[in-house]
């Protein structure tokens, strides 16, 4: 995994919950399929 997968992970996730953390998986799935 490439550190700019990472960085929205670690950046992101710790203060999102619910819907936000849902929002922040997809963006990492759109990092994941450029």
Known sequence: ???SVKKPVI???PFL???GK?????EIEA???K
């Open 22 to 26: 849902d929002k922040a998986l997809d």
């Open 31 to 33: 990092e994941l399929r």
């Open 1 to 3: 995994i490439s550190a």
């Open 11 to 13: 950046k992101g996730l």
């Open 17 to 19: 919950t619910g819907i």
